[in-house]
């Protein structure tokens, strides 16, 4: 990865200018959540660590808080030990409780829920639930896990945007999870490499995905553009070879960015200073 230099400092600046232009907390949906996940990355950034807190504070105050963008709660509450941020976590998690999952859910439903429970037994729960959690990934994981094809069947087919979700879901998981906790994080490192790997072989010439996984299709960028953020944490959090990885990322990077994709781009840029 590149050293964050001045091109970094100007993408920074430029970042918190658009930031100005934001409500924190407005239903932004994945982009909202990228922009905070940026923030959160560049925590020592005293505008950036604000913004994030602020979009807690607008959750709590609007009843909006949900297992999707907890990651706000989380951080607010250990950057100010507030116990309101706590609070609203437990919440999230009863109401979460409360709600049978059905065994036909999307992928990207438990995409979800399952970072969110993972973080919540490593912060809030003495890890006690660590074990059910990292299980309740490879359960996800097998029941349309199609072993031919190394992709889950969504239904008679395949969904780019479904396994963005689940292997952005590892990431989340992995991250939170501690490495001290071999067995479980071992468990969730083997199938994000599997379950990378299978998407993988499915990129075009272009080196983009298309929303059913068939290279001759039209390329979905924002599935694409979550892909390679999960595959730029794996390299951030040594899941997988850089030296393998890196040169593909750049150039799917270079693709989105010629396919009109540049904000995209910079939010990724600015989370893992790599750059076409």
């Known amino acids: 990865m590149i050293e964050m230099g001045e091109l970094g400092m100007n993408l920074i600046?430029?970042?918190?200018?658009r930031l100005n232009s934001r409500v924190p907390g407005e239903d932004g949906g994945m982009e909202q959540d990228f922009i905070v996940r940026v923030c959160m990355h560049h925590a020592e950034d005293e505008q950036l660590s604000?913004?994030?807190?602020?979009?807690?504070?607008?959750?709590?105050?609007?009843?909006a808080c949900t297992p999707a963008n907890a990651k706000a709660l989380f951080f607010a509450l250990e950057r100010t030990g507030d116990n309101r941020y706590e609070t609203a976590i437990r919440a999230v998690l009863e109401e979460l409780n409360a709600k049978a999952v059905s065994k036909d859910a999307p992928l990207s439903a438990l995409a979800?829920?399952?970072?969110f429970r993972m973080a919540y037994e490593m912060k809030l729960n003495r890890m006690e639930g660590v074990g059910r959690t990292a299980a309740a990934y490879r359960q996800a994981h097998l029941q349309t896990w199609d072993e031919k094809k190394q992709l889950h069947r969504m239904g008679?087919?395949?969904?780019?945007?479904?396994?963005?979700?689940?292997?952005l879901a590892l990431t989340d998981g992995i991250a939170a999870c501690s490495e001290q906790l071999y067995e479980h994080w071992r468990a969730l490192v083997d199938l994000y490499r599997v379950c990378l790997?299978?998407?993988l072989r499915h990129l075009n010439a272009q080196t983009l995905?298309?929303?059913?996984?068939?290279a001759s299709d039209t390329p979905d960028l924002a599935g694409t553009a979550i892909v390679l953020y999960a595959l730029l944490s794996g390299v951030q959090l040594g899941l997988i070879d850089p030296e393998r990885y890196l040169p593909l990322a750049q150039k799917c990077l270079a693709a989105l960015r010629q396919?009109?994709?540049?904000?995209?781009?910079?939010?990724?840029?600015?989370?893992?200073?790599?750059?076409?």
Do not use: M
């Open 13 to 17: 600046t430029s970042f918190r200018e």
């Open 50 to 63: 604000a913004y994030v807190v602020q979009c807690a504070d607008a959750l709590i105050e609007h009843h």
């Open 112 to 115: 979800e829920e399952l970072p």
């Open 156 to 167: 008679k087919g395949f969904s780019l945007r479904e396994e963005a979700a689940f292997l």
């Open 197 to 199: 790997s299978g998407v």
């Open 209 to 214: 995905l298309t929303s059913n996984l068939k």
């Open 259 to 276: 396919q009109g994709q540049a904000p995209a781009v910079t939010l990724i840029e600015l989370v893992f200073g790599v750059k076409a």
